[in-house]
T-cell receptor, first 114, second 112 residues
């Protein structure tokens, strides 16, 4: 498809485990964003990539969270030593050049930490 | 720190009504403002994007206005339909950063 895709759609893990969430942006989009959305709230910014580099990671809550985009396309959000409070929907978005233009969102990964 | 609020939190109207959703932000130094729609269990769909220099944008039955100096935006939906039922989120992009700051959303139900 032509949209942003995210895998897995759902992830259940145990407290203390490591998880990886994947995002495939729209082809040709250089900007990629990760957000986290808790129930009943709007998305909360985590990190923004321009190409391969993290241009703004000020939203990452702590050093258990890390994201990479090694080839400037697919991105992986990595969470170490998961905690119950990490349970949320993790959304990925991409835009053509990152100039604060329209962002196109994926369906999200619903993470549940037991 | 930019904060975005939306009123009402939830709204239920009969089909055919015109309605207004409100968004307020605390820091008027924004680059643009965007309205999104989110259906249950799905991602966000962009509806309208208003640049800070613009006053309004229109798309079909939707009209969004922006009053940057007072920190407010409204989304007007004309002749509402059951298919409009969703959560509507507004988000502002600060003039100094790349990310959007989102409001909590307004959950709209349009009853047939």
């Amino acid at each position: 498809g032509a949209g942003v895709s995210q895998t897995p759609s759902n992830k259940v893990t145990e407290k203390g485990k490591y998880v990886e969430l994947r995002c495939d942006p729209i082809s040709g989009h250089t900007a990629l964003y990760w957000y986290r959305q808790s129930l009943g709230q709007g998305p909360e910014f985590l990190i923004y990539f321009q190409g391969t580099g993290a241009a703004d990671d000020s939203g990452l809550p702590n050093d258990r969270f890390f994201a990479v985009r090694p080839e400037g396309s697919v991105s992986t959000l990595k969470i170490q030593r998961t905690e119950r409070g990490d349970s949320a929907v993790y959304l990925c978005a991409s835009s053509l050049s990152g100039g604060r233009e329209t962002q196109y969102f994926g369906p999200g990964t619903r993470l549940l930490v037991l | 720190k930019q904060e975005v609020t939306q009123i009402p939190a939830a709204l239920s109207v009969p089909e055919g009504e015109n309605l207004v959703l409100n968004c307020s932000f605390t820091d008027s130094a924004i680059y643009n403002l965007q309205w999104f729609r989110q259906d249950p269990g799905k991602g966000l769909t962009s509806l309208l994007l208003i640049q800070s220099s613009q006053r309004e944008q229109t798309s079909g039955r939707l009209n969004a206005s922006l009053d940057k100096s007072s920190g407010r935006s409204t989304l007007y939906i004309a002749a509402s339909q059951p298919g409009d039922s969703a959560t509507y989120l507004c988000a502002v992009s600060p003039s100094y950063g790349q990310n959007f700051v989102f409001g909590p959303g307004t959950r709209l139900s349009v009853l047939p």
